[in-house]
């Protein structure tokens, strides 16, 4: 099968970071047998405003094309007016490619989503849409809400990836985890000396990303020092994947205090990397593992159980390679 792979989130020459589980499900669909290829719509922005979203460095200058891995890559740009979402996706879906898909699979509604409904349509093949958190936590929730409901329905099918996304009638595929083997780790207890030791906090994201809530992680590392640790406290920004499973491998914990998560992945990864994590309750996160509320003394708390008693935890099937791509299988054999 001939699958044409259209999202907004993809890595990029100067972002290797960027969309990583995009690329992962491209590699996934290609270990079944399909034909993929990607195309990245982008909206066309100067170099400068890229300091104000971080998730948006390296697209000012994405090359028309580029090779990623095994996949070729070409990259389509729209205009993008936050007032004016209807010329927004109008300018989205007027995009065209050489190429005729057996069926198009669409990451991330807004606006990738108008440009593979418009291709699906002109070549009269089905496309899936996959929702990963920001098109049903934000975006249905302000001005854009009709354009992303009606967009939504119109999918052949519509996926998202944790059960707290569930809504219009979707499935839930999660992403696979994908970390390599050499990095895989039992999870074992710490041997700090209680409250005399230092220790490393991994904060597995982007400060800069408002919705991360990097402020909380600080605040938890500061009460942590009242009690007599030496805190350290190390950020992913847009390393390389071996390098973000190397600072796992590091650390003694991974703290995820997030206000609005669809997983989250990099959870997981921390945990096939002997990692232990403390989380709040956001995502997926509540279904297979202990959650605590978002408060400085409760996640202190939980850290110091964390050193002192290690964690039992197992990550749920649904999240395995297998799993997943048994799903994929399955629906597009449906389609």
Same mark, same amino acid.
């Given at each position: 099968? &001939?699958?044409?792979?259209?999202?907004?989130?993809?890595?990029?020459?100067?972002?290797?970071?960027?969309?990583?589980?995009?690329?992962? @499900?491209?590699?996934?669909?290609?270990?079944?047998? @399909?034909?993929?290829?990607?195309?990245?719509?982008?909206?066309?922005?100067?170099?400068?405003?890229?300091?104000?979203?971080?998730?948006?460095?390296?697209?000012?200058?994405?090359?028309?094309?580029?090779?990623?891995?095994?996949?070729?890559?070409?990259?389509?740009?729209?205009?993008?007016?936050?007032?004016?979402?209807?010329?927004?996706?109008?300018?989205?879906?007027?995009?065209?490619?050489?190429?005729?898909?057996?069926?198009?699979?669409?990451?991330?509604?807004?606006?990738?989503?108008?440009?593979?409904?418009?291709?699906?349509?002109?070549?009269?093949?089905?496309?899936?849409?996959?929702?990963?958190?920001?098109?049903?936590?934000?975006?249905?929730?302000? @001005?854009?809400? &009709?354009?992303?409901?009606?967009?939504?329905?119109?999918?052949?099918?519509?996926?998202?990836?944790?059960?707290?996304?569930?809504?219009?009638?979707?499935?839930?595929?999660?992403?696979?985890?994908?970390?390599?083997?050499?990095?895989?780790?039992?999870?074992?207890?710490?041997?700090?000396?209680?409250? &005399?030791?230092?220790?490393?906090?991994?904060?597995?994201?982007?400060?800069?990303?408002? !919705?991360?809530? @990097?402020?909380?992680?600080?605040?938890?590392?500061?009460?942590?020092?009242?009690?007599?640790?030496?805190?350290?406290?190390?950020?992913?920004?847009?390393?390389?994947?071996?390098?973000?499973?190397?600072?796992?491998?590091?650390?003694?914990?991974?703290?995820?205090?997030?206000?609005?998560?669809?997983?989250?992945?990099?959870?997981?990864?921390?945990?096939?990397?002997?990692?232990?994590?403390?989380?709040?309750?956001?995502?997926?996160?509540?279904?297979?593992? !202990?959650?605590?509320?978002?408060?400085?003394?409760?996640?202190?708390?939980?850290?110091?159980?964390?050193?002192?008693?290690?964690?039992?935890?197992?990550?749920?099937?649904?999240?395995?390679?297998?799993?997943?791509?048994?799903?994929?299988?399955?629906?597009?054999?449906?389609?």
């Amino acid at each position: 099968m &001939k699958i044409l792979l259209v999202t907004r989130l993809f890595p990029l020459p100067q972002n290797v970071a960027r969309g990583t589980f995009v690329s992962d @499900h491209a590699e996934l669909l290609t270990s079944l047998g @399909h034909e993929v290829r990607i195309l990245n719509v982008l909206p066309r922005m100067l170099k400068m405003n890229e300091a104000r979203r971080s998730t948006m460095e390296g697209v000012a200058k994405a090359p028309k094309e580029f090779k990623h891995g095994e996949f070729e890559v070409s990259v389509r740009r729209h205009w993008e007016l936050p007032e004016f979402p209807s010329l927004t996706a109008f300018s989205a879906s007027r995009q065209k490619i050489n190429w005729k898909p057996d069926v198009v699979i669409c990451h991330t509604l807004w606006p990738a989503a108008f440009t593979a409904k418009s291709l699906a349509k002109k070549y009269s093949v089905p496309w899936i849409a996959v929702v990963h958190g920001y098109d049903f936590d934000v975006a249905l929730n302000d @001005h854009r809400e &009709k354009r992303i409901e009606e967009i939504a329905l119109s999918a052949d099918r519509l996926v998202v990836v944790s059960n707290s996304l569930s809504r219009l009638n979707s499935i839930t595929i999660p992403c696979h985890v994908n970390v390599d083997k050499e990095w895989h780790k039992p999870m074992k207890p710490s041997n700090k000396l209680f409250r &005399k030791s230092k220790i490393d906090i991994l904060f597995p994201a982007d400060p800069r990303r408002p !919705e991360k809530n @990097h402020i909380l992680c600080l605040r938890v590392g500061e009460e942590l020092e009242t009690r007599g640790w030496k805190v350290g406290i190390t950020t992913l920004k847009k390393q390389p994947r071996t390098m973000v499973w190397d600072r796992m491998l590091a650390a003694d914990v991974s703290l995820i205090t997030s206000s609005r998560e669809s997983g989250p992945l990099v959870a997981k990864e921390s945990i096939v990397c002997g990692c232990p994590v403390v989380a709040v309750d956001v995502g997926d996160m509540g279904e297979w593992m !202990e959650v605590y509320p978002p408060e400085v003394k409760a996640l202190a708390d939980a850290i110091e159980d964390r050193l002192q008693n290690g964690q039992e935890v197992t990550l749920p099937q649904n999240c395995e390679f297998e799993s997943v791509s048994s799903q994929w299988k399955s629906m597009l054999e449906s389609l």
